[in-house]
C-alpha cells in the first residue's frame, strides 16, 4: 500500500525528507509516484511526479537541501486503482474559498465510484479512488458549512463510509489544520489495524531532533518547540501511539485540538 507521513509544529521547521530511504523502510513496492507538500498560510508548495522516489533528481534534491514548514506532508505510492501517471500521483489539491485544500490517501476502495454520485463542484483530473474520495469530501465541506454542521463530524462520517469500502487512511490539509484518519492497512502478515501511528515530540533546544530513516528534522530555534508526527509505520524506535479503527484527529501548530472516534 502506499505509505504517508506528516509533520505540524508549534514553529516552522527545516526537514530533510529523503522519500528514497522512507520507501525503502517502509516497502520496496511503493515505486509508482511521489509527492511532498509543505503548508505555506493559504497556499502550498507542492512536488509530485509518477516515477520512483529512488530514481528521482527532484527528490533528491529536496531531500539534500530540505524544506521549511509548520505543515509538511508527503506520499509514496503503490498503485491499486488507476494508472501511473501524475494525475494520479498525491498530494491532490484543490482550491475553495480562496484557501489551497491538499489530500492523501493510503487505501483500496474502488467500489467508492459505485457508492457515490458524481460531484456537483470538483471533478477528479485522474482516475484514482482517492481523488475521487478528495472531490466528495470538499462536497461534503460545502454542505456542511451550508448548513452549519461540525466539521470534524462530517469528516469523520465520511472516513467511516469509506472504511466499509476497503483500508482506508488519509490526511486532509488546510491552512493551518491537518485532519487524519485512520482504519486499516495492509500489514506484510495481513489487512488490520492500526492504519497510522503518531508521536508527540517537545523540543527546547536548537538542534537536530529526530533521526530516523530518511527522515532529519532540526528546529533551528532555542524554543519551546511542539512537533506531532503522522505516519503509516513507525518511523523511529520511540513510543508511537496507535490511531484507534476509524479515529480522526485534527492537528493545528504541533497539538492535537480535536478527535473523533468509534468508541
Known sequence: ?????????????????????FVKQASDR??????????????AYIYREPVSAQKSFLAQFLAQEGVNGDIILSHVRHCTVGDVRLANTHPFSREWQGQNHLFLFNGDTPAIFDLFEKTKHFQSIGDTDAEWAFCVLLERLIAAKNNNLNIMDVIHAFGCELAELGPCNFLYAVGSRLYAFASRRRYPDGEREPGLWRLTRQCKEAKTDIVAPGIQLQPGIAIDQQVILCASIPI????????????????????????????
Not at 500500500?1 to 530511504?21: D, G, I, N
Request: hydrophobic share 40%.
Open 1 to 21: 500500500m502506499c505509505e504517508l507521513f506528516a509533520l505540524s509544529a508549534k514553529y516552522p521547521c527545516h526537514v530533510k525528507l529523503s522519500l528514497a530511504q
Open 30 to 43: 511503493n515505486q509508482d509516484g511521489w509527492g511532498l507538500a509543505n503548508m505555506e498560510g493559504s497556499d
Open 236 to 263: 523511529t524506535e520511540e513510543a508511537w501511539q496507535p490511531f484507534l479503527v476509524n479515529e480522526l484527529i485534527c492537528i493545528s501548530k504541533g497539538q492535537l485540538i480535536d478527535q473523533r472516534s468509534l468508541g
